[in-house]
């Protein structure tokens, strides 16, 4: 079972280390692998503490690591450069080799690695008429506490004065309109 494998690999990893352990470090990664292996959604709040140190990190990447399956982690540019330094130092560690690719599309149909997405690109995937991740991909979001207000931006047009003149510039006929 996924979680059991998550569970002593995280600990190995750990104890190898010499890194306190973060109070929930190993129940999170159960609780991710489980998620995974069942093919259910899990909102788990890791609280605001470990997120700007990102203790709670390895609890999800050893997961993915080990999971067989593609998966998707939706984070800003800073983030994923730390989780491209965890990586590589994971992949050393855990008994599995996944493909990590960085970009704002699929790569391609029979991917079963772990893609980086920033959260612009996949909510204009999800919000709008790109089709440019699978559905039915394991998605995690790394600052889920920030989604509302990515959401907001992603979602605000601001129109400039060089809009409005590019509009009226496109239909003369309408300019008196487009000025009110």
């Keep these: 079972m996924i979680e059991a494998e ?8 750990l104890r190898k280390q010499g890194q306190p352990y973060w109070p929930h470090h190993l129940t999170l ?9 069942l093919g259910r959604s899990a909102l ?28 998707v982690v939706v984070a800003t540019e800073a983030v994923q450069r730390q989780l491209l330094s965890d990586l590589a ?21 029979q991917f079963q690695g772990l893609l980086l ?13 790109r089709q440019s991740f699978p559905k039915d991909i394991p ?12 959401v907001q931006d992603q979602l605000t047009v601001t129109l400039t004065q060089a809009d409005w003149e590019a509009l009226a510039l496109a239909f003369p006929d ?6 009110d």
């Design 44 to 71: 788990i709040q890791a609280g605001s503490s470990s997120v700007h140190s990102g203790r709670y990190r390895l609890s999800y990447l050893i997961s993915i690591l080990i999971w067989p399956g593609a998966a």
């Design 174 to 179: 309408q300019q008196q309109l487009i000025r």
């Design 89 to 109: 130092y994971l992949q050393d560690w855990v008994p599995t080799y996944k493909p990590v690719q960085r970009g704002d599309t699929w790569p391609h149909p």
């Design 139 to 150: 998605t995690i979001i790394d600052g889920a506490d920030d989604l509302e207000q990515w």
């Design 29 to 37: 990664a159960r609780l991710v692998a489980r998620a995974l292996r």
């Design 117 to 129: 997405t920033t959260p612009e690109s996949w909510l204009a995937d999800r919000l709008g008429p």
């Design 6 to 13: 998550v569970h002593y690999q995280l600990r190995d990893f």
